[in-house]
């Protein structure tokens, strides 16, 4: 692996930015993604350079599947939102494309650093409104209270939990092989009780048990291995007791526990896994009844809701995103997609492209349980992660992490 690069790179800022901007704010988000694209495609025209953009194909057959279901879809208003919202399967390539005719590379720590920095800003920005809010407004803040007042000031916490994640891996990464990210490293604690206090369970279970595996086999191998290991695992056995002494933290680990495996409570003051149970029954039932084209990106919520017995649950989506591909195109060009996504996975493992590979495992988990390609901040991380991917495996660049 090179040295990193100390100069200023301009191609690099701007796909950072995209990634720095995500957690910020959906506008300030889809303002750097229009400056990158214009920039980049200036640059391709300039050239005259098109045939690059061939590589990037998988990301524009996922625009074009959202725009096969847009067509046979009925509510066309509903569809053209969601079409809308995958314009960045389409954007970025344009971007990637343009440095692979110029043989630019990128430094793939750098780039995620960024996303460290705008996840880190808004959790300052929320927890500083959160203290307004109690000191001054006179919020309660006692048991769920508090996380969801601080989430009126940061993104879903699930779409948080994944930013928290990737990044904490970033910037160990970039200690671990390079010694850099050593003022950053300082942070990472207070990005990891976050991240426990958020309550997602899913995001629980990929801090304590994927995160570390992932650590300890970067660490192997490295002259202060046993060092890392012990205050590293100390240090967050420490976080982990402070963070799950949060009672609403624990009890939603615990009610949790009780819903998997069917053990009766007196209440039930979570029902994030029964819910999901009863959505997900209702979409395996809808799967069955139309299995080859879907019910079209406008028309599936209004489907979804109509088959649901429970009205409680009226409004919410699949809750998972291998679901939800099956129930917005059939089955068909689900696989097709399957297909290409999980090739491009395969490559980055064997490419020994940490981050993205770590990065494609945390989008991957949480599709699990959630539809993350319903809102702006599961789509243009996902995109910028594929396109990466995708730019990282051109035989023509080598990429430093």
């Known amino acids: 692996m090179n040295n990193y690069r100390n100069s200023f790179n301009i191609e690099e800022a701007l796909i950072g930015v995209i990634l720095f901007s995500l957690p910020i704010s959906y506008g300030l988000n889809s303002l750097a993604i229009a400056v990158a694209t214009i920039f980049f495609l200036h640059g391709t025209i300039k050239k005259r350079n098109f045939k690059n953009l061939i590589i990037y194909y998988t990301s524009f057959i996922f625009f074009l599947a959202q725009f096969v279901s847009y067509i046979y879809s009925d509510n066309k208003v509903e569809a053209g939102v969601k079409l809308a919202l995958y314009l960045p399967f389409l954007l970025i390539p344009i971007s990637f494309s343009y440095l692979s005719i110029n043989k630019i590379t990128l430094n793939t720590n750098k780039i995620f650093k960024y996303l460290f920095y705008g996840t880190l800003l808004i959790l300052v920005y929320g927890s500083l409104r959160f203290l307004y809010d109690v000191i001054f407004v006179g919020e309660r803040y006692d048991y769920g209270r508090a996380v969801a007042l601080l989430l009126k000031y940061i993104p879903h916490h699930v779409y948080m939990s994944m930013f928290i994640l990737i990044s904490i891996y970033a910037i160990l990464v970039g200690q671990i092989d390079f010694g850099k990210n050593k003022k950053s490293i300082f942070i990472t604690p207070f990005l990891y009780l976050f991240l426990i206090l958020l309550g997602s369970r899913m995001a629980i279970l990929l801090g304590v048990f994927v995160l570390p595996i992932f650590l300890f086999k970067r660490l192997k191998g490295k002259k202060e291995y046993k ?74 919520q209004e489907v979804l809701n109509n088959s649901y017995e429970n009205s409680d649950i009226k409004g919410l989506n699949a809750h998972n995103q291998y679901f939800q591909f099956i129930l917005n195109y059939g089955i068909f060009i689900s696989l097709v997609l399957f297909f290409l996504t999980f090739r491009v996975i395969k490559q980055c493992n064997i490419n020994k492209q940490s981050i993205l590979f770590f990065s494609w495992l945390i989008l991957l988990f949480f599709c699990l349980s959630e539809s993350i390609l319903n809102r702006q901040w599961g789509v243009v991380l996902f995109a910028l992660i594929l396109n990466f991917s995708i730019y990282s495996q051109n035989k023509s660049l080598t990429i430093n992490e």
């Open 227 to 300: 060092k890392f290991v012990l205050f590293g695992g100390v240090f967050s056995l420490i976080i982990l007791i402070v963070g799950l002494s949060n009672d609403f933290v624990l009890d939603k680990i615990i009610y949790s526990y009780y819903d998997l495996l069917n053990i009766p409570t007196k209440e039930k003051p979570f029902l994030g896994v029964s819910y999901r149970q009863q959505v997900w029954y209702t979409v395996v039932d809808l799967i069955y009844q139309s299995p080859f084209w879907g019910y079209g990106i406008g028309d599936v």
